[in-house]
């Protein structure tokens, strides 16, 4: 399996977007296939806000090449207008993974919402997807280090 560690990353693009918010860019080369990952974090007050920050991204990320992957904190439900759009032309891995059969959780990512997604591109045909796990992290009293749930893809790279 490929840890981020063990492959060289480039990182790059631009930075600030609406409503104050920043993205981190990069590239890993897995043996010669380019994987552009892109992480943010959406508005967490205003859907307009929400809507302009992922027209944004979705015009910069179509710039980048082939076998892109989007992820983050969206704020935003998944029936919402910004999810939407994100899945005109990137597949949410944990619908996808719930399809295969392969999705370990309850789909819940904060309180007791998704709003933390893990986004594949359509044209990204050298990632297979093989899973999506949304990890429970509460201890026995309840207690949790973050307000949101990890959520891990697991990609096989072609």
């Not at 063990?6 to 590239?27: F, N, Q």
């Not at 992820?71 to 996808?96: F, H, R």
């Not at 949304?134 to 697991?154: C, K």
Request: glycine share 8%.
């Amino acid at each position: 399996s490929l840890r981020l560690s063990e492959a060289p990353v480039a990182g790059d693009g631009p930075g600030r977007r609406s409503a104050g918010r920043r993205a981190v860019y990069g590239t890993v080369d897995f043996n010669g296939r380019p994987i552009n990952a892109t992480s943010g974090h959406l508005d967490n007050q205003y859907q307009s806000n929400r809507i302009k920050e992922v027209s944004e991204r979705l015009r910069w990320e179509t710039s980048r090449a082939e076998n892109r992957i989007v992820l983050g904190d969206c704020n935003a439900w998944p029936n919402s207008t910004e999810i939407a759009t994100m899945k005109q032309t990137y597949v949410d891995t944990w619908l996808a993974a719930q399809v295969l059969g392969s999705a370990i959780g309850n789909g819940i990512t904060h309180g007791s919402h998704r709003i933390d997604y893990i986004f594949q591109s359509k044209g990204a045909t050298n990632l297979t997807l093989v899973s999506q796990q949304i990890y429970a992290t509460a201890d026995a009293n309840g207690v949790t280090p973050s307000d949101h749930e990890p959520v891990l893809a697991v990609f096989e790279v072609r």
